[in-house]
Nanobody, 129 residues
């Protein structure tokens, strides 16, 4: 069974940057749509970004547009979430999720919990001065 694994979280000052990675040992993530989500203490999980499988189309939540970028490195079988200009409100546990169910080849991915089938354990991102 596919098990996404996140890495790259940590403590960063406001305005700083972090790059999160999502990989799945034994699986080629290129064949899966991948989403990034986050959950802050006391809040519901929030969709951040996603990248589709075949077309590589991306989506970003309005709260992170212009600051976060999602990308895929097929050779490394890894999906990245580059986070720049981090704010205090970006503090959360960040989760990577993969969709295994088929969907139209050229369709965009969806940043919604129920669209994904497999979830990682999360990595903590703390933005603090």
């Amino acid at each position: 069974q596919l098990q996404p694994v996140e890495s790259g979280g940590g403590l960063v000052q406001p305005g700083g940057s972090l790059r999160l990675s999502c990989a799945a040992p034994g699986f080629t993530l290129e064949f899966y749509a991948i989403g990034w989500f986050r959950q802050a203490p006391g809040k519901e999980r929030e969709g951040v970004s996603c990248i589709s499988s075949s077309a590589g189309r991306t989506n970003l939540a309005d709260s992170v547009k212009g600051r976060f970028t999602i990308s895929r490195d097929s050779a490394k079988k890894t999906v990245y979430l580059q986070m720049n200009s981090l704010k205090l409100e970006d503090t959360a546990v960040y989760y990577c999720a993969a969709r295994s169910r088929s969907y139209p080849a050229q369709a965009a991915c969806v940043i919604s919990d129920e669209w994904y089938d497999y979830w990682g354990q999360g990595t903590q991102v703390t933005v603090s001065s």
